[in-house]
């Protein structure tokens, strides 16, 4: 499949289109996982962090899997039908999780299949978008986060699906068979939709505080370090992990957490950059990008506990430079930077 490009000419009016109007974000990239079998909602409500139970059919969650040691394996989005059960993973994590899953499986009635590739995956996002979903498809766009509706887009079948906020825009995701998905997006772009590039997305990404799987959260991530109040419930049964994530909140506390930085002068920090307090490193940079809000670069990273209130002082060490940089808020406040022409 053809790779997203950095930018499709201009990044800064493809970030404004999703801010004011509606972008198209390619999300073909990801993995799908198909659960079936009469035990599934059972089986699934038992490894993931979040409640699988409570949902019935057209609705959803955002929920992860984590290890014994309440470490995320893989953040996914999860799909209920009336006969199946869709996981929808980051790029290259759907085998993965299935043989993550099968090796869970005893005596439970449930079949994993790796469904990867067979349908497309793009997503809506930006004020405009529930108006144009219902232009296109005639559905209305579910108020529930990951909640979904059959629809159709001429005589092509699709399944609507409310974002959970990545871009912190109103969002949607058309999915179609792999086969027409070329045909939705050109006719999302005719409707109006502006194609955005990897820039753009990150920029709408790290201002929206969404940590990304592979960049923010990884094996080593504790759930408790990275914001997760979409990813779990509190009052679901066991889980793996479940024993950490508890401990954690009732009697305890993570020694970093995933914060936001704003940086002072242009220069956007690599990945694995150095976060400084008086010359002693403190945690370090997961993703950055230059922020169109707030018109200067901003970045997530892990911060050591003790230095990880908003409004805390920090440097940041960029190649041989150090640059300075002050902890944040998530999501970042936005400011009317982004207005101007």
């Excluded at 409500?45 to 409570?54: E, P, Q, T």
């Excluded at 920090?314 to 150090?322: A, L, M, P």
Aim: hydrophobic share 40%.
């Amino acid at each position: 499949m053809p790779e997203v490009p950095r930018s499709y000419g201009d990044p800064r009016a493809e970030y404004l289109a999703v801010r004011r109007h509606v972008g198209l974000l390619d999300r073909s990239d990801h993995g799908l996982v198909e659960v079936t079998g009469r035990d599934r909602v059972s089986f699934l409500h038992a490894m993931l962090s979040n409640d699988v139970k409570s949902l019935g059919p057209g609705r959803g969650c955002a929920a992860t899997l984590l290890d014994v040691h309440g470490k995320v394996q893989v953040i996914v989005a999860v799909w209920v039908l009336d006969d199946r059960i869709l996981l929808v993973t980051p790029p290259g994590m759907a085998e993965k999780l299935q043989e993550a899953l099968d090796r869970h499986l005893f005596a439970e009635k449930v079949s994993l299949r790796n469904a990867t590739g067979e349908m497309g995956f793009i997503v809506l996002a930006g004020p405009e978008t529930p108006s144009l979903v219902a232009r296109l498809t005639g559905a209305v766009l579910p108020e529930g986060r990951w909640s979904h509706v059959a629809a159709s887009l001429g005589d092509v079948s699709l399944r609507v699906v409310r974002g959970g906020g990545e871009t912190g825009e109103p969002e949607a995701w058309l999915v179609a068979s792999a086969a027409d998905g070329e045909r939705v997006r050109q006719e999302t772009l005719a409707a109006g939709a502006r194609p955005v590039g990897l820039l753009a997305q990150e920029s709408l990404r790290i201002e929206a505080g969404t940590p990304r799987f592979g960049a923010d959260a990884d094996p080593g991530v504790l759930l408790p370090e990275i914001p997760s109040a979409d990813l779990l419930s509190d009052t679901k049964g066991c889980y793996p992990g479940q024993e950490v994530v508890v401990r954690v909140r009732d009697r305890g506390h993570v020694n970093r957490h995933l914060c936001g930085l704003v940086l002072e002068g242009d220069l956007v920090p690599p990945r694995e950059a150095e976060v400084l307090v008086d010359g002693t490193s403190v945690g370090h940079v997961t993703s950055a990008a230059w922020s169109y809000a707030l018109e200067r670069p901003i970045a997530l990273a892990f911060v050591r506990r003790q230095h990880a209130a908003p409004g805390t002082t920090v440097v940041v060490r960029v190649g041989e430079k150090t640059v300075g940089a002050s902890v944040g808020d998530l999501p970042f406040p936005r400011e009317p930077g982004e207005a101007r022409a």
